[in-house]
């Protein structure tokens, strides 16, 4: 990547009402905030790439990307179209709200709340296009909690922030599962250690994670190291 080129960054929700809500799809969300265009209120020239302002899409809009938006939450646009209308209802306009301009056209605003993150659009190209809502949530949840360093994160710990139950042995292998498929697409470093517990009879499993920075993801992606180039 060159030097001077600006990397473009996309505010999602970390809230953890959303995060926790099973009814909240992050994918389609993820989709809606990738089309989306922003509302930038500074001087072009001063703008840094960071796309932390206020978001909006015309429903024009998504019918003019009908292939691709179809591909990407893999149903009928009309039905995403009803997705996106129920998440604004979900949310009560927080996230998502309809408005009706008064030349009739209908308009998506897309709100990043007061707790957010700011995910590459590169990355969130790659989330959309390999990822349902529960990796992208998980992605989501890891790159608040490691926003500043690495840690150790059991199952259990993300099952409760995504809205998946810690008593179900198939959603925390669901955990395990997803987190391996993020770690091939690069995006996250996991590694998995078995120690002696205190009374030194059992022993326990811990992971930890890393967010894998973006100029390193991206090299990553970029090489012949990647299995998912095309």
């Not at 840690?151 to 669901?174: D, P």
Request: charged share 30%.
């Amino acid at each position: 990547m060159n030097n001077q080129e600006k990397i473009n960054k996309f505010p999602i929700v970390s809230k953890q009402e959303y995060m926790q809500d099973k009814k909240v799809n992050f994918l389609n969300y993820c989709i809606l905030v990738y089309f989306s265009n922003f509302q930038d209120n500074n001087d072009i020239e001063n703008f840094d790439g960071t796309y932390d302002m206020h978001r909006y899409i015309y429903e024009d809009k998504i019918l003019k990307n009908k292939d691709a938006i179809e591909q990407y939450s893999k149903t009928k646009v009309k039905t995403f179209i009803k997705n996106v209308k129920k998440l604004a209802d979900i949310s009560n306009g927080e996230i998502v709200s309809v408005k009706e301009t008064n030349d009739g056209k209908i308009v998506y605003e897309i709100n990043k709340t007061n707790k957010y993150i700011l995910i590459e659009e590169k990355i969130l190209r790659i989330l959309i296009n390999f990822c349902n809502t529960n990796a992208i949530k998980i992605y989501v949840f890891l790159k608040w909690k490691c926003r500043e360093r690495g840690y150790i994160i059991s199952k259990k710990e993300i099952c409760r922030n995504i809205g998946l139950s810690e008593n179900s042995k198939k959603q925390l292998q669901e955990i395990t599962d997803i987190t391996k498929g993020l770690q091939k697409l690069g995006l996250i470093y996991r590694k998995t250690t078995t120690g002696k517990s205190v009374d030194g009879e059992t022993y326990n499993r811990s992971t930890y994670y890393e967010i894998i920075p973006f100029d390193k993801w991206e090299k990553y992606w970029e090489s012949n190291d990647n299995p998912n180039k095309n």
